[in-house]
């Protein structure tokens, strides 16, 4: 039983004895009792909705807490990688091929959601002559990766070929 409810059965308790006193005196002492125990019961109402507010605030700050806490472990998972001049993304720290290759790439994390704790990736949409063109379906960013482009003696002799162009 809550303090709340062993309160109000004390308040009909008192209630239920008043009825059957007949003193005018005591009838106004029981009144001022029981106005009393009202307002305790009131405050006590009061107190209770503010535990309450300060519990799911609590609660919805160490969910705060626990997600900064995994964004930082995630965090550490990851570098900032550099594929062509000026453009960077953030890619897994044991990728494979992390290193330049340009087989065994990706996933890539879109750079501009990573910035907003988001973690997006980055779609292949066309490999072009210049690289592999991606693409973040979250923010509509896109990235020209231009380690996997053309090599430029390949384009060159396409050029050359008869009928191409
Ligand atoms: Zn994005």
Redesign the pocket.
């Known amino acids: 039983m809550s303090i709340g409810s062993e309160l109000k059965a004390v308040y009909d308790l008192i209630r239920s004895i008043q009825r059957d006193v007949k003193d005018a005196a005591l009838q106004r002492a029981i009144s001022e009792v029981l106005a009393k125990l009202n307002d305790v019961l009131f405050q006590l109402g009061d107190q209770i909705r503010a535990t309450l507010e300060f519990e799911r605030e609590n609660q919805r700050l160490r969910q705060g807490n626990a997600e900064m806490k995994q964004w930082d472990q995630d965090k550490e998972q990851h570098v900032l990688k550099h594929l062509s001049p000026g453009v960077y993304v953030y890619a897994a720290k044991d990728l494979p091929g992390a290193g330049g290759a340009t087989e065994n790439k990706g996933p890539y994390l879109?750079?501009?959601?990573?910035q907003q704790r988001?973690k997006?990736m980055?779609q292949l949409a066309v490999k072009g002559f210049d690289g592999s063109h991606y693409r973040?379906?979250?923010?509509?960013?896109e990235v020209v990766d231009s380690t996997d482009r053309v090599p430029s003696e390949i384009l060159i002799a396409k050029v050359r070929e008869p009928g191409c162009w």
């Open positions: 879109c750079p501009n959601c990573y988001k997006a980055l973040c379906h979250s923010c509509g960013l």
